[in-house]
T-cell receptor, first 113, second 114 residues
Framework: AQSVTQPDIHITVSEGASLELRCNYSYGATPYLFWYVQSPGQGLQLLLKYFSGDTLVQGIKGFEAEFKRSQSSFNLRKPSVHWSDAAEYFC???????????FGAGTILRVKS | DAGVTQSPTHLIKTRGQQVTLRCSPK?????VSWYQQALGQGPQFIFQYYEEEERQRGNFPDRFSGHQFPNYSSELNVNALLLGDSALYLCASSWTSGGAAEQFFGPGTRLTVL
């Protein structure tokens, strides 16, 4: 069965500092991996996705993520955080096209000025 | 191009009642998935509809049922509501026929059971 672990419940970074959010997954085959962002009281917005090919994927809002099969990880990064990035971030894994997504518990990002 | 829309935005019910939530997928999408997000948790998959059939189901009781209409819109029905059903219910749409895997989410319906 698929599972996703996001080890950090809360992360606080200073505005302008770099960011890395961790995600580890469990799945027997090549996974489809996603990062979503959720602002308070809102739905989920897709930041980026990995299906195959280049293991470094670029997303919206300056985010990128790197797929490392050997570590079963798909960490999200951003070189310089803006106050508007404060939100909750979810990593998710899917099995195949259009299949269900399994989400991690989320990481709440706080940005201090 | 309208994204995924859901109605109502908020809903308050009492234990034992029944509720119906509605979802219209993103234009061009043919598949609708429903997720339950309890406070402080990640979304949990309830079920998915494609071609008006339930294609896959998560670990939810039969009190949770759904329907997909010919125009691809969908309903989620929950019977005999429990306090634990209080959550944000998210609808997501995708394009199975086009071979696209990503799901696009609506803003959700906040259900409160008293």
């Amino acid at each position: 069965a698929q599972s996703v672990t996001q080890p950090d419940i809360h992360i606080t970074v200073s505005e302008g500092a770099s960011l890395e959010l961790r995600c580890n997954y469990s799945y027997g085959a090549t996974p489809y991996l996603f990062w979503y962002v959720q602002s308070p009281g809102q739905g989920l917005q897709l930041l980026l996705k990995y299906f195959s090919g280049d293991t470094l994927v670029q997303g919206i809002k300056g985010f990128e993520a790197e797929f490392k099969r050997s570590q079963s990880s798909f960490n999200l990064r951003k070189p310089s955080v803006h106050w508007s990035d404060a939100a909750e971030y979810f990593c998710a894994v899917g099995a195949e096209y259009g299949n269900k997504l399994v989400f991690g518990a989320g990481t709440i990002l706080r940005v201090k000025s | 191009d309208a994204g995924v829309t859901q109605s109502p935005t908020h809903l308050i019910k009492t234990r034992g009642q029944q509720v119906t939530l509605r979802c219209s997928p993103k234009s061009g999408h043919d598949t609708v998935s429903w997720y339950q997000q309890a406070l402080g948790q990640g979304p949990q998959f309830i079920f998915q509809y494609y071609e008006e059939e339930e294609r896959q189901r998560g670990n939810f009781p039969d009190r949770f049922s759904g329907h997909q209409f010919p125009n691809y819109s969908s309903e989620l029905n929950v019977n005999a509501l429990l306090l634990g059903d209080s959550a944000l219910y998210l609808c997501a749409s995708s394009w199975t026929s086009g071979g696209a895997a990503e799901q696009f989410f609506g803003p959700g319906t906040r259900l409160t059971v008293l």
